[in-house]
């Protein structure tokens, strides 16, 4: 026990039951030593499967008869051993966010407590060895304690990383009783409370393993390469035979050896040595993968070269499974990350299931490994008593740290560990460090939160603007508060490369600037990389009152404290569906830069080891996006980080319309992750002049008598077109039905409109003013001919000044389509309003049309297929593209603002039986089109909350803002505003038939 814990707690615990730890805050009793993860052909009993299981209220759980081989169990449910039980129908999942769930009293929790026992019998199988025995739990959340036969073999904290017994002797043939008692909330706890959900159980796989007598326990791989040769040394704690058949090797454990001409293991080549480890009753696979990682000069190296990381942060989530991934799960995880160009994840925050790691090898991903520590709710409490500032935490922390490099060390992928996350600073850090660089000086540590970065070889951050990423990149940043400018630990920081371990958060629509920021980092060698907060959505599965499967976020769970909608934060939707933010990641990243200068394609390498010989590049021309001529180009040889200039194909524009050239760079044949003719990057270009054609409409009447200037009464014709006479809005084009346009300068707001604790709240700010209530005035209808009509008017919220004055200005062409300009100029109390002192810009200057609901299709030209926004428009290509309205919907998890298109050319929404409505952009404009109103998407909790309006709600709008990531990071960039100013944008509209 820890020496200056109160000796008078554990008489006190320990009185009735002494199998009750979870007070404690030692981090186990009874285990064995941590040691490395591997595969062998030793037999191995699974005892994943059906349990019986039954909760309680209290730590005390169904009391003490648990462990008791007799007890009668019969009446108790099952559950799935790996899982939590609060997926399975035992108690709710909670999620918090930063909170504790529990008052801040360390050690100790309080006396509602729920906690899960569980009981397995099992028999051993037939013929299994008379050898040494182990058993393994992979991870139990919170605290598990263990019995077998009865007997007490001990208990564990530390709830993502591995624990073992030793059972030798105490297995029985048949009618083995395992019991485990798991206590939602321990000591443990404190130092787990990371961004996600708490999920308690056994959640990850239970084994048997028989061990060989005199057999190789634990052992470690050192497998380093420098100038074109690989060391190999195998140390391990019995003697052992090492063979690596592909380099002829065959040598004993203690034993190194350098092998010339080897091929070494990067992300982007991960080349393993397939052998073994040959014990004494025990043949071990190994997977060796030649790799150097060091720092020098200020940079991060790997095999002597800098890299640049292009990472996500990855939570471990199912949205059925909770933390309880399958092995299919995973590979679908790094499958969608190798494809949408992504080389490096953080394990947020936590050590993941070693399956993943071993993918990881073999697929080709850079690894940060982070302790499974954090005690960001210290918050709360000032940061007193922050557990890594007080000795009576230090033997937990440093076991978390000791049983993740154990387990780890033998992984090429994992080049950086990582002490943890968002936990303050303290002496533990010193002892963590200090551990680790004795145990494993082959890797670089990271740690973000303490400012000095004593115990960090990354300067690190969360979240910053790009202007103090680009002053970073230049080493001239900001002195951190608490540290001396000019001290040793501001002159050592500055000399560090700079790793980013969250940007862009990711949550709802978002996140905005990625090409910005990636520009930012590509620009600076000081950069070694570049984390985005995060991978996927933690929405869990529930079933609405008319059994319609959607997503609960923490809001949906009925207590307190609750994090809401905070844990929807990932590029990918909770079944996996990648969002647009995903799309528009995959582009900025992309490792591979084409542009067009002076006739030829300049192609530039982003890899760090890799030539571009693997991929194929083909290219292709479309005029107003109908496909013309294509080809294939040929690329010479292009080392990484170096460009080549190649020719341009002989492609002219088109007589009509826009033309544009295509290059695809595309994987030249099929590796594991992805089929031949995967593309991995895009670039387009334009050819020629800009004019686009327009299909005859459809005939229209001759244009009425125009009525006396400023008339309202009844309606108003202009050819084809007729307008309400009181509203002045367009009711019929043709034989098209519709109404409008409506001024429309607001947006349901998305995730980063709300911003974070106050800042950057720009949702709450234009519903204090009222821009998503705003009410119209028409003041005059005007003929000046009998070609043109005038709409004047104001549009502008109750209770405020602020508003636009409208001018809509309608012009008959000749061939009977109506022109449309809109003016729209501010008026009234925009900047340090009188009331409530706010100064306020539009999220959108558009307008707004409905149209039937027998509409359903939308095909354009312009940027597409998905969603685009100002700040996040690099994933969309010009085209010509065609979808339903409602595939236009981006099903993001709480209803927000989805759908734009900017850089709209033309238009058409049709439907069976009824005439197409043509709008033509002079020059573009950002479309929507949705079967519902912004403000029921503002309404809405979850997409099931959203009917069917009757109508069609079409935005023709000169533009939004951007969409930023202030949900958690800086404030929207002001060039991806809109200003307060006037604006004029304008459009033609036809009615074709169809």
Request: charged share 25%; with cysteine; proline share 8%.
């Amino acid at each position: 026990m820890i020496a200056d814990f109160d000796a008078d707690f554990h008489a006190d615990f320990h009185a009735d039951f002494p199998g009750d730890f979870h007070g404690d805050p030692g981090p186990g009793t009874g285990r064995r030593a941590p040691r490395a993860d591997f595969v062998s052909d030793a037999p191995r009993l699974s005892l994943n499967g059906q349990w019986r299981f039954l909760l309680s209220g209290t730590a005390a759980g169904t009391g003490t008869g648990l462990p008791d081989p007799a007890l009668d169990d019969s009446g108790w449910e099952r559950i799935t051993v790996p899982s939590h039980w609060v997926l399975e129908g035992h108690g709710r999942p909670l999620y918090t966010n930063t909170a504790y769930p529990f008052p801040i009293d360390p050690p100790y929790l309080p006396d509602d407590n729920p906690t899960g026992d569980y009981r397995l019998r099992f028999d051993l199988p037939a013929g299994w060895p008379a050898a040494r025995d182990v058993l393994r739990f992979q991870g139990v959340d919170s605290c598990g304690t263990v019995w077998l036969n009865g007997e007490l073999l001990g208990h564990s904290k530390g709830s993502r990383l591995p624990f073992e017994f030793d059972v030798t002797g105490r297995l029985r043939e048949r009618g083995n009783v395992l019991a485990v008692r798991v206590h939602r909330w321990s000591s443990g706890s404190y130092l787990e409370d990371q961004d996600m959900w708490w999920l308690p159980g056994i959640f990850r796989d239970v084994e048997l393993l028989s061990r060989p007598e005199g057999g190789i326990d634990d052992f470690t791989v050192h497998a380093s390469y420098r100038d074109g040769a690989g060391t190999l040394l195998v140390t391990a704690d019995a003697p052992g035979l090492v063979e690596l058949p592909a380099l002829g090797l065959a040598i004993p454990t203690g034993e190194q050896v350098t092998v010339p001409g080897v091929r070494p293991w990067s992300a982007e080549d991960p080349h393993l040595y397939r052998g073994t480890l040959t014990a004494v009753g025990e043949t071990i696979d190994l997977a060796v993968g030649f790799r150097t990682v060091e720092i020098a000069g200020g940079r991060l190296l790997v095999n002597g070269r800098p890299i640049l990381m292009r990472g996500v942060n990855r939570h471990e989530h199912d949205p059925d499974r909770g933390r309880s991934l399958d092995r299919a799960t995973m590979i679908r995880d790094i499958e969608l990350m190798k494809r949408h160009n992504v080389n490096a994840v953080r394990t947020s925050h936590y050590p993941p299931h070693p399956e993943f790691l071993r993918l990881c090898d073999e697929y080709g991903l850079w690894v940060v490994d982070e302790c499974d520590i954090e005690t960001h709710g210290f918050i709360y409490a000032g940061w007193e008593g922050n557990p890594p500032a007080e000795p009576m935490w230090r033997d937990a922390l440093l076991d978390r740290a000791r049983r993740m490099v154990e387990r780890d060390k033998n992984h090429p992928s994992v080049i950086i560990w990582s002490l943890g996350n968002e936990s303050g600073s303290g002496a533990a850090f010193g002892d963590i460090e200090e551990w680790i660089r004795e145990r494993d000086p082959t890797r670089p540590l990271h740690y973000e939160r303490d400012p000095s970065y004593r115990h960090s070889d990354f300067y690190s951050l969360m979240y910053p603007a790009q202007d103090t990423l680009e002053r970073i990149g230049q080493r001239e940043e900001e002195t951190p508060a608490g540290v001396e400018p000019g001290s040793p630990d501001d002159v050592r920081r500055r000399e560090l490369p700079f790793l980013l371990c969250e940007y862009a958060h990711a949550m709802g629509n978002g996140p905005g600037s990625l090409v910005d920021y990636q520009r930012i980092l590509e620009s600076y060698e000081r950069f070694c990389g570049a984390f985005v907060w995060e991978w996927i959505d933690h929405g869990l599965a529930g079933r609405d009152a008319l059994g319609r499967r959607y997503y609960r976020h923490g809001g949906d769970i009925d207590a307190s404290p609750n994090g809401e909608r905070f844990c929807l934060d990932g590029l990918l939707f909770p079944d996996r569906t990648p969002s647009p933010g995903l799309l528009e990641l995959s582009k900025a990243i992309e490792p591979v830069a084409m542009e067009v200068a002076g006739g030829e394609l300049v192609v530039t390498s982003k890899y760090d080891f890799a030539a571009l010989d693997h991929l194929a590049f083909r290219w292709f021309v479309e005029s107003d996006g109908v496909r013309g001529a294509s080809g294939t180009l040929s690329v010479p040889h292009c080392p990484a980080r170096s460009s080549v200039r190649v020719p341009l194909p002989s492609a002219e524009a088109g007589g009509e319309g826009e033309t544009w050239l295509t290059v695809e760079a595309v994987l030249a044949e099929a590796n594991r992750w992805a089929p031949a003719g995967h593309v991995i990057a895009f670039t387009q270009t334009h050819l020629g002049t800009t004019t686009r054609r327009r299909p005859a409409p459809a005939p229209a009447p001759a244009p009425a008598a125009p009525p006396a200037v400023g008339g309202r009464a009844g309606e108003v014709r202009l050819g084809a077109a007729v307008f309400d006479g009181r509203t002045g809005r367009l009711a019929r084009l043709g034989d098209v039905e519709l109404d409008g346009p409506v001024l429309d300068v607001w947006r349901a707001p998305i995730e980063n409109d709300h911003g974070l604790g106050g800042a950057n709240a720009l949702a709450a700010d234009w519903e204090a003013v009222g821009i998503d209530r705003f009410l119209h005035r028409t003041a005059a209808l005007e003929r000046p001919d009998e070609r043109t009509l005038v709409v004047r008017g104001r549009s502008g919220p109750a209770t405020r000044t602020l508003g636009f004055r409208t001018t809509y200005t309608y012009r008959l062409h000749d061939d009977g389509t109506l022109h449309l300009r809109i003016d729209a100029d501010p008026v009234g109390d925009w900047d340090d309003t009188a009331y409530g002192h706010l100064t306020v810009t539009p999220p959108r200057m558009g307008t707004r049309f409905a149209l039937p609901g027998g509409y359903t299709d939308v095909t354009w030209f312009g940027l597409g297929p998905g969603e685009s926004y100002a700040d996040s428009r690099a994933a969309a290509r010009v085209g010509r593209f065609r979808s339903s309205i409602d595939a236009l919907q981006t099903p993001y998890v709480v209803p927000q603002e989805n759908g734009n298109h900017v850089g709209t050319r033309w238009l058409e929404v049709s439907g069976d039986g009824l005439p197409t409505l043509r709008v033509d952009g002079e020059p573009h404009v950002d479309f929507t089109a949705r079967r519902w109103t912004g403000e029921a998407l503002r309404a809405a909790r979850h997409p099931h909350d959203l009917t069917d309006s009757g109508r069609v709600w079409l935005n023709l709008d000169h533009g939004q803002q951007g969409i930023g990531s202030a949900s958690c990071g800086p404030a929207l960039p002001e060039r991806y505003r809109l200003k307060v100013r006037p604006y004029t944008w304008s459009m033609t509209l036809a009615a074709v038939r169809p």
